[in-house]
């Protein structure tokens, strides 16, 4: 029998390395598996390397990763939102090391990790110094930037409702990176708020097939209080 | 990033005596009133995501939001917060009959595709020959791109919603941008507090100015130089 579903979150997090490539869901707090991170910083791996959307919201969650000195390098598209205190005061003492790509880039060397296409051309970025050094090509009188693929040691996802096979859905703008961020890693972690029966979700509404989900964690906090 | 719709009381004085220049609001429904029925439009940060609260409900506008919302509607009222829909500012906002939520590859599939008739962006500076600048000042500025580049090269149209000037009165319409660029040669429209301007072969072509701001009056703050709409 499969059952994806864990009882605690040590077990969620065992096996985590340090030096991990760590993807975590979010466009500012929404989506972003607070619980989840929580338990990292209790796991303790160090050196991480965060890709995010963005750099954190006042003191919790990807903020407090931060904080406590877990992250070597963040990848985001951007840093400068609502009350990035945490990741300012570090960016600025240059105690944490940024790479800013754009989103719709990001989202796509994500996904082209987890459906196995090792690179890409894209049109974005061309004629700016986000695509200098990078290999451009014209297709059709048009230049492009190769963009490679970008996969995780480890996802950190927050879900509405998941089953025991790691079936997952999503609230609303929460949805965001999670289902991108789920199919591109090698371990990929859901925090959800309901558990739910087998065969209990609608088979035309699931936007991440458990196949993509190795541990799911019941974590039912209610609403988020900031965004 | 300055505080949504409401008027910053640094803002450099009106150019001319007797000017009323636009609000954050205004110039977020000066852009609203242009946007032809029927389009799906994608708003960004700053005074664009103000846009949603100016298309009235019986017009079908399709607003797209990088964060994976198709059919944005206004801000909610006080008792309808879904604290799970924000917009690219990260403020509550709701969602019309008819709209849908995708993930971020398709968010911005939607976006490269070609799909968006409109994007409607904010800027530092915008040149005449429609280059523009919004996500970097400098290298220890903290550059924040966001899905800036992947609008701008991929919605038929761009429009720029800003301030003509900045806080200390500098114009940000030039003739070539001195900021490091979201895309070369990709705007079109742009609505400031003082005036809407296409970008054209020309340069920057004024269509309205805000009330009592004569042309003249409005070149004096534009370094750009200025031309009458055919």
């Given at each position: 029998m499969i059952n994806k579903i864990v009882q605690n979150m040590a077990e969620a997090m065992a096996g985590i390395r340090d030096d991990s490539l760590v993807l975590i869901g979010g466009f500012g707090s929404i989506g972003q598996p607070n619980a989840l991170i929580e338990g990292l910083i209790e796991q303790g791996a160090k050196d991480l390397t965060v890709v995010a959307n963005n750099a954190g919201v006042g003191h919790n969650g990807l903020a407090r990763l931060m904080e406590v000195g877990r992250v070597r390098k963040i990848i985001c598209s951007y840093p400068r939102t609502s009350d990035p205190v945490v990741f300012e005061e570090l960016y600025r003492a240059g105690r944490i090391e940024l790479e800013v790509m754009p989103q719709g880039t990001m989202a796509e060397r994500m996904r082209a990790a987890g459906a196995g296409i090792p690179a890409f051309y894209t049109p974005t970025s061309v004629g700016t110094l986000l695509a200098e050094g990078k290999e451009l090509r014209e297709f059709s009188g048009r230049q492009y930037v190769l963009e490679t693929a970008l996969a995780g040691d480890v996802a950190l996802i927050e879900a509405w409702e998941a089953d025991r096979w790691g079936n997952l859905t999503y609230r609303s703008s929460a949805r965001n990176f999670n289902p991108v961020m789920a199919m591109a890693a090698k371990l990929t972690i859901a925090q959800a708020q309901h558990i739910v029966d087998l065969g209990a979700l609608d088979p035309e509404k699931v936007p991440t097939p458990g196949i993509f989900v190795q541990r799911v964690v019941h974590v039912p906090y209610g609403e988020p209080t900031v965004t | 990033m300055e505080a949504d719709g409401k008027t910053d009381p640094r803002a450099a004085r009106p150019p001319q005596s007797g000017c009323r220049p636009w609000t954050r609001d205004q110039i977020a429904a000066n852009a609203a009133r242009d946007i032809p029925e029927g389009s799906y439009v994608n708003i960004g940060i700053g005074?664009?995501?103000?846009?949603a609260n100016h298309v009235p409900a019986e017009r079908e506008v399709i607003i797209h939001s990088e964060n994976g919302i198709l059919g944005m509607g206004p801000e909610p009222g006080p008792n309808e917060i879904n604290r799970w829909l924000i917009n690219a500012s990260k403020k509550y906002v709701t969602l019309r009959p008819g709209g849908a939520y995708m993930h971020h590859a398709d968010s911005f599939a939607i976006i490269r595709g070609g799909h968006l008739d409109l994007c409607i962006l904010g800027a530092f500076q915008l040149a005449e020959n429609g280059d523009f600048a919004n996500w970097?000042?400098?290298?220890?500025?903290?550059p924040s791109v966001g899905g800036a580049m992947d609008l701008a090269v991929g919605a038929k149209q761009v429009w720029v919603l800003m301030d003509h000037t900045t806080k200390s009165g500098e114009s940000k319409l030039v003739r070539r941008c001195t900021y490091p660029l979201t895309a070369p040669g990709a705007v079109t429209r742009v609505y400031t507090n003082l005036a809407v301007l296409d970008v054209t072969a020309k340069g920057f072509a004024v269509r309205e100015t805000a009330p009592g701001l004569a042309f003249e009056a409005l070149q004096k703050v534009t370094d750009a130089p200025l031309h009458r709409a055919a």
């Open positions: - | 005074i664009p995501v103000l846009v970097s000042m400098s290298p220890t500025d903290m």
